[in-house]
């Protein structure tokens, strides 16, 4: 797959915004090798320690938009992780997180037992993650093994949450290691898949933008599956079958990073809940009219050409597709009240127009994370962004692009 082919690429049968060539289609049970080169694999560790990794995300343009199946949006793979370390133990599933959290599970003759939500807290990512590994290898003629499952979050720092993807990280992570540890080799493609069955059981309204960054790392156009499709394919509890399916509406597609233009990050020091966000959206009734529909497609065009300007190595045009990705999160704003622009996250902007680039706001805003892409030629500016950004109690984050995705360290 050459660098342009994300970009002009149309996505084949990929229904709603088939027309804007953003990812590279789900083939089914053939994964891409050209995304599987640099994504790590996994390999059978069955009953000795296992550790992998994943980065978190960046949304560089289609939030919002994503969420409806098949519509694309760009992401870049940032270079924190989280890790996850699987070790035997003598029963059971226990989990241990270095944020403080622990839940203890039952497991028998390789099936998760039943546990109540309180039971795993902020925890629930990871173990819905063991259940599915465990009816997978199950499928295979395997049992998940008893043991003890480690969580190292480097998307938080001192207890506080960056909106860095952490749940996407910490689930695709959690796959890869269990499966591991399972004597499960699974492809990325499969990883995915597993990773957003997890994602998907949980909230069915995410896009799995994060899922799809953690796993393959890079700057990529995504498309999100079809979630009720999935829903529909998953009821029965069959993992090993919806892996092998061709997902409607699924594509992941790798991009090259921007040779001309800069990406600088920043925090507002407010976390913020996406799905919260989400919500409101979906309370508003706004995602019904017309004019939510326009708001769609003009997404989408603008996520195609920042697709074309990333792959044609045009800085200026991508700066220019990122302010405008942020003028429609904007009008969304102004039209639902969403809350999606905070004080912090606007003054984020102002300073990045000031010095010459394009800011917004990265996921569903509200707080977090913003962005700015500065062009090459005014790289000067950086450091006087960084002040701005500081002077309005916006944290400069050093963030640099995670060239790989999730893959096993150790087993």
């Not at 992780?81 to 497991?107: F, H, K, N, Q």
């Not at 004019?291 to 603008?302: H, N, P």
């Not at 002040?387 to 640099?400: F, H």
Request: proline fraction near 6%; hydrophobic fraction near 50%.
């Amino acid at each position: 797959m050459t660098a342009a082919d994300p970009a002009t690429a149309v996505a084949r049968g990929a229904g709603a915004g088939a027309g804007v060539g953003v990812g590279v289609p789900d083939a089914g049970a053939a994964p891409s090798p050209a995304l599987l080169a640099s994504a790590g694999t996994a390999s059978a560790g069955e009953g000795g320690l296992v550790v992998a990794r994943a980065p978190g995300k960046l949304f560089v343009a289609g939030e919002y938009a994503v969420l409806d199946a098949g519509r694309p949006a760009v992401l870049v793979a940032v270079d924190r992780y989280v890790s996850v370390a699987v070790t035997p133990a003598p029963s059971g599933v226990e989990i241990v997180s270095d944020l403080g959290a622990r839940a203890r599970l039952a497991l028998s003759a390789g099936v998760l037992g039943p546990y109540a939500p309180a039971q795993v807290a902020s925890l629930t990512h990871v173990a819905a993650a063991v259940g599915q590994v465990a009816a997978l290898a199950l499928e295979h003629g395997r049992r998940l093994p008893p043991c003890r499952v480690r969580v190292a979050s480097g998307l938080h720092e001192e207890g506080r949450k960056y909106g860095l993807g952490s749940s996407g990280a910490v689930t695709v992570a959690a796959v890869q290691a269990l499966a591991a540890f399972a004597g499960l080799d699974l492809g990325a493609w499969q990883r995915l898949k597993l990773a957003l069955v997890v994602t998907a059981g949980l909230d069915r309204r995410a896009s799995g933008g994060d899922v799809a960054a953690a796993t393959f790392g890079g700057w990529i156009g995504y498309r999100s599956p079809d979630r009720a499709w999935l829903a529909e394919r998953t009821a029965g509890g069959s993992p090993a079958r919806v892996l092998g399916q061709r997902w409607p509406h699924l594509a992941v597609g790798r991009l090259p990073a921007p040779r001309q233009a800069l990406l600088k990050v920043g925090w507002t020091g407010s976390p913020a809940a996406s799905s919260a966000m989400v919500a409101g959206l979906d309370a508003s009734g706004w995602r019904d009219s017309a004019e939510y529909r326009l708001f769609v497609a003009r997404t989408g065009e603008c996520v195609s050409a920042l697709a074309a300007a990333l792959a044609g190595g045009d800085g200026a045009a991508a700066v220019e597709q990122v302010a405008e990705a942020g003028r429609a999160l904007e009008r969304l704003d102004r039209r639902v009240g969403l809350g999606v622009f905070t004080p912090r996250l606007r003054a984020l902007v102002r300073a990045a127009r000031r010095a010459g680039g394009a800011g917004k706001p990265s996921g569903a805003g509200g707080g977090d994370c913003g962005i700015a892409l500065l062009p090459a030629a005014f790289k000067d500016r950086a450091e006087q962004l960084a002040e701005q950004w500081t002077a309005a109690g916006v944290l400069p984050l050093p963030l640099g692009t995670a060239a790989e995705g999730n893959r096993e360290c150790q087993s």
